[in-house]
């Protein structure tokens, strides 16, 4: 796994339980910085639109978002991750007062809003900073895994979800 990474990356894999059968074990890139050797983290998931959102620490939206980040953010004080689908296929999420946008990289499936979600609340548990995480690729048995990145507009690659440097949008 080291390979794939940047002289300036770390790796950081992530076990998450209650996700599926099997659960799930996510590798995160992580820009600059040490990251943890253990740590564990519960807690809270929930949809936007379920019930009791009051008490979560995670709210996702399993659908497009036409509510702005910052009115949940207020809504729902204890929150401290929220992850919202956007209507072009990315996904915003909001931590810490941050808005940061998804990309799926190409030929690959994503990451569910809530997975995200979970994975960002684990990184601040693991006191690494959510605008460090650079990608986020996944493994479930017996699927091809997905992925996410942070979006640069201009550079949309790498395998799952990767972090866009380009402005969120607002819902």
Same mark, same amino acid.
């Given at each position: 796994?080291?390979?794939?990474?940047?002289?300036?990356?770390?790796?950081?894999?992530?076990?998450?339980?209650?996700?599926?059968p099997?659960?799930?074990?996510?590798?995160?890139?992580?820009?600059?910085?040490?990251?943890?050797?253990?740590?564990?983290?519960?807690?809270?998931?929930?949809?936007?639109?379920?019930?009791?959102?009051?008490?979560?620490?995670?709210?996702?939206?399993?659908?497009?978002?036409?509510?702005?980040?910052?009115?949940?953010?207020?809504?729902?004080?204890?929150?401290?991750?929220?992850?919202?689908p956007?209507?072009?296929?990315?996904?915003?999420?909001?931590?810490?007062?941050?808005?940061?946008?998804w990309?799926? $990289? !190409? =030929?690959?499936? /994503?990451?569910? +809003?809530?997975?995200?979600? %979970?994975?960002?609340?684990a990184?601040?548990?693991? &006191?690494?900073?959510?605008?460090?995480?650079?990608?986020?690729?996944?493994? $479930? !048995? =017996?699927?091809? /895994?997905?992925? +996410?990145?942070?979006?640069? %507009?201009?550079?949309?690659?790498?395998?799952?979800? &990767?972090?866009?440097?380009?402005?969120?949008?607002?819902?």
């Amino acid at each position: 796994m080291n390979a794939l990474l940047g002289s300036d990356e770390t790796g950081l894999l992530v076990v998450l339980d209650g996700i599926g059968p099997d659960g799930l074990l996510a590798h995160l890139t992580v820009r600059g910085g040490s990251t943890v050797s253990r740590r564990a983290d519960e807690h809270l998931a929930a949809e936007i639109s379920g019930p009791r959102p009051d008490l979560a620490d995670v709210l996702f939206s399993e659908t497009a978002c036409t509510r702005r980040p910052e009115e949940l953010a207020d809504r729902y004080p204890g929150c401290l991750v929220l992850v919202l689908p956007q209507l072009d296929g990315s996904l915003l999420s909001w931590c810490r007062g941050r808005p940061q946008r998804w990309l799926p $990289t !190409p =030929g690959s499936t /994503g990451v569910p +809003a809530a997975v995200l979600g %979970s994975l960002l609340h684990a990184c601040l548990v693991a &006191r690494v900073v959510p605008d460090a995480l650079t990608s986020v690729s996944f493994i $479930t !048995p =017996g699927r091809r /895994g997905g992925s +996410a990145q942070p979006s640069d %507009s201009a550079s949309r690659r790498t395998a799952s979800l &990767r972090r866009s440097r380009s402005a969120a949008p607002t819902c």
